[in-house]
């Protein structure tokens, strides 16, 4: 039986600002969780750093903390270690577009099962407000004392250029939306870009409910599913005609299962894998004490 969306709270409050988009993505995963009936056991969030990278504090399923920009390597040693896992990625728009843009890239060239949700709010809202990669050229948010001279990225299409299976946009606002496209992005067997756009009221004070309204339309009568190359490549031109649109399109743009994830090509080089991965391998065959001590070495974080 599933559970209902409050058994995912661990109960440590939210301290997310008033009105922060945050709260719409935390509830809408809740809801993609409890729907989806995930074993929370086998399930793990792994964050960077920002406003956005708390969430693993507050959703009652396995979670790692991690290091600003670092959130990709920990989820894809976590997923290699331990294929069993569901595995998903929170981070922000400069946590993963920012110092963590190399690592974005390298996840779509090796399509791991992984889903990485892109907390969009055009800002760096943890350390106060400066621009990200993402916010367009030419804007001035309230803590900026010059408009932004840096052109702005889009996640869908490096997302696309770097080999993701599966691209998506969502309104933080718009919890069923979000819900949707986080139940098939977790669902998708392959890599995955969920970008979510992300109200932050403290900062932003550009992109805000009545923009997003005004600048963003629903997709409708659009399959993202591709059969083979000559559909992918008729689908990538129309993706790229469709993001340099006037409006931002949301929805599920892309689900390309033809591309083998990353478990299936290490099991092609390491044939035990498949059968004996890394989670499953008995440190030391005689039952004897590791050659490291993991508890002395890691004391002092035991609580
Ligand atoms: C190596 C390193 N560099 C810089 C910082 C400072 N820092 C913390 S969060 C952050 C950016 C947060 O912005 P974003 O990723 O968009 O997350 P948001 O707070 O908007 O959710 C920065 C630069 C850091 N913690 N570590
Ligand atoms: S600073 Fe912005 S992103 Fe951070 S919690 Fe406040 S509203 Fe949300
Ligand atoms: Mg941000």
Redesign the pocket.
Known sequence: MSETSTDWNTGVWPDWCPGCG?FGIFTALKGALSELGIDRKKFVIVS???????IPHFVNVSGVHT???RAIPFATGIKTANPELKVIVH??????????MGHLVAMGRRNPDILVVV?????????KG?A?P?LQLGNKTKSLAFPNINSAINPILIGMASGYTFLARSYAYNIEHLKGCLKQGISHNGAGILEVI?P?PT?NNIVTMDWIEKNTYYLENWDPNVKDDEEALEKANAIVALEHGKKKPLGILLEDGRKEPFGKRIASVYKYYATNTPAMQRVDDRGAALPVDLEKTFERFFV
Do not use: A, P, R
């Not at 960077?48 to 708390?54: A, D, E, F, L, N």
């Not at 907390?119 to 350390?127: P, R």
């Open positions: 945050n960077g750093i920002g406003c956005s990278g708390k290091l600003h920009g981070g922000g728009d400069g946590d993963l577009l920012g110092i963590g907390h969009n709010n055009g800002v760096y809202g943890l350390t400066q990200s993402t992300q932050c900062w």
